[in-house]
């Protein structure tokens, strides 16, 4: 059974993922990585650089829209593209951490930049003994 994992899905003039998880730290660090990808090759991205994050919200698909939305702040306003996360979700508080290191498009191997995270299908939801979101960008 495969119990991490993401996917694209079409989305008209938008971009979107599907990820799941066993549990919701790691659904939330998942969503990090997907969006980070589809900016650049996370591969490539080395851990130097570390950035915590602590955002809250009541609702769970609210709190994804606010971590992700962070991280792409953080992107916009320092230049840092990140390739490892830390999600620690205790009530209606997530405390995360992204590791990364300053933008460099050759290296990184830019590939499409992310307006927003928006609120477009967003969804949380546990389903079938997994955790599953769906998060769409405004590219």
């Known amino acids: 059974m495969i119990t991490v994992g993401r996917r694209l899905i079409e989305v008209e003039a938008d971009v979107?993922?599907?990820?799941?998880s066993r549990d919701l730290n790691s659904l939330?660090?998942?969503?990090?990585a997907a969006m980070y990808e589809i900016m650049v090759d996370i591969t490539k991205v080395?851990?130097?650089?570390?950035?915590r994050v602590e955002v809250e919200a009541?609702?769970?698909d609210i709190l994804m829209h606010e971590w992700l939305s962070e991280l792409l702040f953080i992107t916009d306003v320092e230049s840092l593209v990140f390739s490892k996360f830390?999600?620690?979700?205790?009530?209606?508080?997530l405390k995360g951490e992204a590791s990364g290191e300053p933008v460099n498009p050759e290296k990184h191997n830019v590939k499409t930049?992310?307006?927003?995270?928006?609120?477009?299908?967003?969804?949380v939801?546990?389903?079938n003994g997994l955790w599953r979101a769906i998060v769409v960008l405004d590219i």
């Open 16 to 20: 979107g993922f599907e990820i799941w």
């Open 28 to 32: 939330f660090e998942e969503a990090a």
């Open 46 to 51: 080395e851990p130097r650089e570390k950035k």
């Open 58 to 60: 009541e609702e769970l």
């Open 86 to 93: 830390h999600v620690q979700i205790e009530g209606s508080k």
């Open 113 to 123: 930049e992310i307006k927003a995270v928006t609120y477009y299908k967003l969804k």
């Open 125 to 127: 939801a546990r389903e």
